[in-house]
């Protein structure tokens, strides 16, 4: 039994996929809707549909991935639309709206547009996207962070959740902590690519991907340890009312099963996603199932949270 909740919604499994990957389009939503995970989220929407960085824009790398995609969407009005038919047609599985600003008052616009629609469901705020050219990741500038927050939850009344970039020092997740219980989040997400990494090919000494001079955001096994520390760090910080999704680094049932173990209340696959495609929902969700029966686990909440120290 792989049953979880976030907030007031329930979810029949903790697999989810990761903003981004594979969920641009309706046709992709819908794919992601007839696999076993236990819902999905939609690509980051933006006040205006981008096409985004040019190509080559991700990469394949040994042990995960890189990508400047810089937002590519069809824009907030598109996801919006997808989400509101989505759970007219499946009451039974809450759907996660993503949507990322370019600044910060972008989030205010969005807001607004949310809070006017039909949607009740959870919707993920992208405070971390490390790829549009010469805007900085927002969830680093605490003072701004807190600045849409408040502003937000001046009127926003819907289930609302924050995507957050991997921090590093202890004083940073004291301080963005001491933040976010602030405010009456539902969960916050940790955690998005490593930003800025680079890869480089060694037959011609370039770059493997071109926006941004080859900088782009690391994800997949490189980032597993980071996204263990962020969400144990965050759930030793957090209210217990604010619930942690924790993404980074899954290529097997064990790694899902550490971020759990770290407080994560669902998982979200990105570089696997990506690499191995959606098959990859049924053979994580045997791999977890396996990894409990071998602990006597028979549900989520018998090891969620339960990491032991020496
Ligand atoms: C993009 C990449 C990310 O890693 C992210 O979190 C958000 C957006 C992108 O470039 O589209």
Same mark, same amino acid.
Request: contains cysteine; neutral net charge.
């Given at each position: 039994?792989?049953?979880?909740?976030?907030?007031?919604?329930?979810?029949?499994?903790?697999?989810?996929?990761?903003?981004?990957?594979?969920?641009?389009?309706?046709?992709?939503?819908?794919?992601?809707?007839?696999?076993?995970?236990?819902?999905?989220?939609?690509?980051?929407?933006?006040?205006?549909?981008?096409?985004?960085?040019?190509?080559?824009?991700?990469?394949?790398?040994?042990?995960?991935?890189?990508?400047?995609?810089?937002?590519?969407?069809?824009?907030?009005?598109?996801?919006?639309?997808?989400?509101?038919?989505?759970?007219?047609?499946?009451?039974?599985?809450?759907?996660?709206?993503?949507?990322?600003?370019?600044?910060?008052?972008?989030?205010?616009?969005?807001?607004?547009?949310?809070?006017?629609?039909?949607?009740?469901?959870?919707?993920?705020?992208?405070?971390?996207?490390?790829?549009?050219?010469?805007?900085?990741?927002?969830?680093?500038?605490?003072?701004?962070?807190?600045?849409?927050?408040?502003?937000?939850?001046?009127?926003?009344?819907?289930?609302?959740?924050?995507?957050?970039?991997?921090?590093?020092?202890?004083?940073?997740?004291?301080?963005?902590?001491?933040?976010?219980?602030?405010?009456?989040?539902?969960?916050?997400?940790?955690?998005?690519?490593?930003?800025?990494?680079?890869?480089?090919?060694?037959?011609?000494?370039?770059?493997?991907?071109?926006?941004?001079?080859?900088?782009?955001?690391?994800?997949?096994?490189?980032?597993?340890?980071?996204?263990?520390?962020?969400?144990?760090? =965050?759930?030793?910080?957090?209210?217990?009312?604010? #619930?942690?999704?924790?993404?980074? @680094?899954? /290529? $097997?049932?064990? +790694?899902?099963?550490?971020?759990?173990?770290?407080?994560?209340?669902?998982?979200?696959?990105?570089?696997?996603?990506?690499?191995?495609?959606?098959?990859? =929902?049924?053979?994580?969700?045997?791999?977890?199932? #396996?990894?409990?029966?071998?602990? @006597?686990? /028979? $549900?989520?909440? +018998?090891?969620?949270?339960?990491?032991?120290?020496?």
């Amino acid at each position: 039994n792989l049953h979880t909740t976030i907030g007031s919604f329930g979810f029949d499994n903790v697999l989810m996929n990761a903003s981004g990957v594979r969920c641009m389009t309706a046709a992709d939503l819908d794919k992601l809707a007839d696999t076993v995970a236990g819902t999905l989220i939609t690509k980051s929407g933006t006040p205006e549909a981008r096409t985004g960085n040019p190509s080559p824009r991700a990469a394949g790398l040994p042990f995960g991935s890189i990508n400047s995609m810089g937002l590519p969407n069809l824009g907030i009005d598109y996801y919006i639309d997808y989400v509101e038919k989505f759970q007219e047609k499946h009451p039974d599985k809450p759907i996660f709206l993503s949507v990322a600003g370019l600044g910060p008052d972008d989030y205010h616009v969005i807001a607004k547009k949310i809070q006017a629609s039909n949607f009740t469901g959870p919707t993920e705020f992208n405070l971390s996207c490390p790829n549009v050219p010469g805007k900085p990741q927002i969830a680093y500038d605490i003072p701004t962070t807190r600045r849409i927050l408040d502003d937000m939850f001046s009127f926003f009344t819907k289930p609302a959740g924050i995507k957050l970039p991997p921090y590093f020092d202890l004083t940073q997740f004291d301080d963005m902590a001491a933040v976010l219980n602030d405010y009456p989040l539902t969960f916050i997400n940790s955690m998005n690519s490593i930003g800025n990494g680079m890869a480089i090919d060694p037959e011609t000494d370039t770059t493997l991907i071109k926006p941004k001079g080859g900088f782009g955001g690391i994800g997949g096994t490189y980032a597993k340890p980071i996204a263990l520390a962020n969400v144990r760090a =965050f759930r030793l910080r957090l209210r217990p009312e604010i #619930a942690i999704i924790g993404t980074g @680094g899954v /290529t $097997s049932g064990r +790694d899902v099963y550490d971020l759990i173990l770290c407080g994560a209340s669902m998982v979200q696959l990105g570089t696997v996603l990506g690499i191995e495609g959606l098959g990859v =929902f049924q053979r994580l969700t045997e791999e977890l199932s #396996a990894e409990m029966a071998k602990k @006597g686990y /028979t $549900s989520i909440s +018998d090891f969620q949270g339960k990491l032991k120290t020496l």
